[in-house]
Every structure is written in C-alpha cells, then in structure tokens.
DNA sequence: TTTTGGAATATGGTATACCAAAAACCTTGC
DNA sequence: GCAAGGTTTTTGGTATACCATATTCCAAAA
C-alpha cells in the first residue's frame, strides 16, 4: 500500500531539496512505490515534516528524469519500467559508452592507462574469486575512469545517471558462466585501443563489452523474471 | 549589457513557469543573455512582473539543460557554448541518430518509409533549388519520422533538446558545394537500410549521415568563427 | 430511483514572507 | 590614507498563504 515517508533529517548541510529528491528517487528505484501511484506534494511533505517548495523541486527534477510522469490536472505518478524501457536504457548505455570511449582514445593520459590496467587485472581475480560486489564496484571504476578521461561533461553525466539506473536493476550479482573470462578479455581490448589512440578501435571495443554485458544481463534478469511487462 | 525582460502575457493558458522558461532558453540560445552573466531570481521575477516561485522553476530546468551553471553561494550564470561544447553536442546526437536508426529498423512501417522516400525526393528538389530553409525544414522532417517510428521515448526526446540546440547553431543556413547530392545518397542508403529492416546497416548509413553533416557544419562554422572559443 | 446542481474538498500553481549566509559597504581607529 | 571590524544589503532556500480548477459527493427534484 502507500508508502510512508518518515521525517526528514537536518543534519546534512545539503540542501533539503536534494534529500527528497534522493529519498523519492530511491523509494521508486526500490519499488517502494509502485507505478502509478500518485505523489503529492502535501502529503510527502507533511511526512517529511517540511514544507512543499523542496518537494516540489525534487518532484520537478524527477519528472525531468522520467521517474515519474506528470498527468496534467491528475498530479504526478509513478511511472513503471517495462521491458522496453530497460532494453531502451542499455541501449542508450551502450552508444553512449562506445561514443565516450572513442573521445577518450585522444585524450587519455599514460597515468590513467595504468590504472584501468590494474584495475583490469584486479576485476578478473575478484570475479574468479566469486566475490561479485567487489569485482562490480571495481567494474564501476574502471568505466569511471575511462569517463573522466573523455572531458566530455554531458556525456559524463548522462552516463552517469544511466548507471544509477542500471545497477539498481542489476543489484542482484550475477554471473554468467564463463563471463569473468570474457570481459576480461574485453577490457583488454579497450585498454589496447585506448593505448594506442585508436577511436575507432576503442569505439568498437567498449561497444561489443557494452553490447555483451547488457545481454549477458538481459539473459538473467528476463529468467528470473523480476520485472514487470 | 544587461538584457531588460518585458511584462509576461498571460495570454497563454500555458504554465507561466513554462513561459519562462522558453523566453530565458531562447534569450540565452539567441545571446541576447551574455556568457557569465548572472540570473538574479528577484530581478527577473520584477521584470517579467511575476513572483520568483515561477522563475526559481524555469532556472532549475535550465541547470538541467545546462544552459546555466548553478554555482554556489554566487548564483546562476549563463554558461559560454565553447566550440568543445559544440562538438560534444555534435558528437551526441551522432551516437544517438546512428542508435535510434538502428532501433527504427526493426518497428518502421512500409507507411513510414513511403514518406521517407517522398521526403528525400523533396529534400533535394529544393535544395538543389537553392531553397535552403524548405530544405532543413523537410530535412528535419525526415529525421523525425525516423525518429518516432523508433518508439523510443527517451532517445526521441533528448535527440529533440539536441536538436533544438544544433538549429540555433545553424541558424545560417548554409550550403557546401556538393553536399545536397550526397545528402541524397546519404538518405538513400538510409531508406535502404530501414526498409530491409537491416539494423546494422541502418546504424551505420545514419551514423555516416550524421557524421557528413556535422563535419560540412564544422567547416562553415569554424570558418566563419562565429562562435567564441 | 435517477439525475442534476451545487457545495465541499483536493490539488497544483503562484505569490509572498521569512531566514541564513555571504558579499559589499561603511565606519572607526590607527 | 588605510586596515579591521562591524553593519547593511543581496540572494537563494524554505515556509506559508492564497487562488483557480477539477473532482467528488450529497441532496433535492423529476
């Protein structure tokens, strides 16, 4: 049933708009509020215990994120991801990963090499070990550094809230027999197109690993079957 | 220096935060707003003879944009377009036109593609005609099309944002020596692909299209270096 | 019983008020 | 004249008040 907000703490010095907008953001990532409930203003802010101006920006800034959809003279609601959103979301992943890949290859530094190297190496010994959450937060910096690298400040951050999506769907680890091997490969295929200033190559490279992991996902999650057509 | 707002028309049944919005996106797009220049909340919300509640909304939308930059504690600045800028937005809308191409050729309709043809025809009739503004309207009609057969919410929509940008940097219309007849072939090569339903193919022809484009509006524009480094 | 008119309510949009923090300016002592 | 410190102003963030519209619900009349 509904949802009940609990009331909101001032210890952070951040604005309080950004704490709605985490809570609300969270709440609908988790499925704690279902699609097509409605929010509103008044309610959440009276649980929340402040007034309805921060709500009202987080709401905004949701809507602007497509988290929730504006009915006009309705209010706003919940909206449900289908499948066709999620496949939509890697797909715009994977373009995007593959166009920021091919910036980077003219701009990375031998500093950063180094470091997706290691990273590389420590991915696969943390996959082979089965420890999937370290091996994923080591994943999410190897992308996080090839990102940076491109000093391309949209891309960056779109890609960024890209991510935020995807790992709240991928939250439960998973492997797929075999798979550690293969992006172990991957990555290497990407960090030797970015050594060698290749775009096209790196273009290529980051969007077959892209490619790969989002169907090696799809396989999963559409077995398990956690998410609602 | 700084720009006077006029009185808001309350004409339109609209929202006036929607109003807002547009007069400050379009006063920044068409530089009546200078890079660096400060937003004041207060003062705006006087000019226009509103409240800031409005304002304070149509502010936030455009940090979403990026049109402005938020920095704290100094307020909202209009933020430069640097020829990086341009070519990061460029570059975007390439990635996303070879994607959402990709996706339309597995969901276009013969219905759709009839159009494309008729549009393409068109397209280089008048531009062939030294009509250019016909042209990039049809031109942008094209795409569209393309576009909305795709079905994907969120690539359509950012591709439109991108897109409304790239027409205020084009304004001028402009003509390269041979292009409308590669244009031609271009939107050929796309129907072609589309029509076999050929995603692969599609994803390249449009790629290649937008990459063709991007580069003939590079050369006129860092030629005529209108656009402040 | 059904329909219709209207009042009560819910809700979002806008305006205004208040507050805290930072910046600018002014005052005063040297 | 100049610097240090305090005061005023500016500005954004938040709270609250007000308003218009749409929906709901109830009552009265056919």
């Not at 091996?135 to 550094?145: A, G, P, V």
Request: aromatic share 6%; with cysteine.
């Amino acid at each position: 049933m509904a949802h009940h907000f609990s009331p909101i703490k001032f210890d952070d010095n951040g604005h309080i708009r950004d704490s709605v907008f985490s809570i609300l953001r969270n709440a609908i990532l988790d499925k704690k509020l279902e699609p097509g409930q409605r929010l509103v203003e008044r309610t959440i802010a009276e649980q929340m215990g402040i007034s309805r101006t921060p709500v009202r920006e987080a709401i905004n800034k949701l809507i602007l994120e497509r988290l929730v959809t504006h009915i006009p003279r309705k209010g706003v609601v919940v909206s449900g991801f289908t499948k066709a959103d999620i496949v939509e979301i890697l797909f715009i992943r994977t373009s995007l990963e593959a166009l920021i890949c091919s910036i980077a290859a003219n701009k990375i530094k031998p500093r950063e090499l180094k470091r997706l190297e290691s990273l590389a190496k420590q991915i696969s010994d943390e996959h082979g070990k089965g420890n999937l959450k370290k091996s994923n937060q080591l994943n999410d910096k190897f992308h996080e550094i090839i990102y940076r690298s491109a000093e391309s400040p949209r891309v960056y951050s779109f890609l960024n809230t890209l991510h935020e999506y995807i790992s709240k769907f991928t939250q439960v680890a998973y492997s797929k027999p075999g798979r550690p091997e293969e992006v172990w490969v991957e990555h290497n295929a990407i960090i030797e197109a970015l050594r060698k200033h290749d775009s096209s190559a790196a273009e290529v490279a980051a969007k077959s690993h892209a490619e790969n992991s989002c169907k090696a996902y799809l396989e999963m999650a559409f077995l398990a079957d956690d998410i609602k057509p």
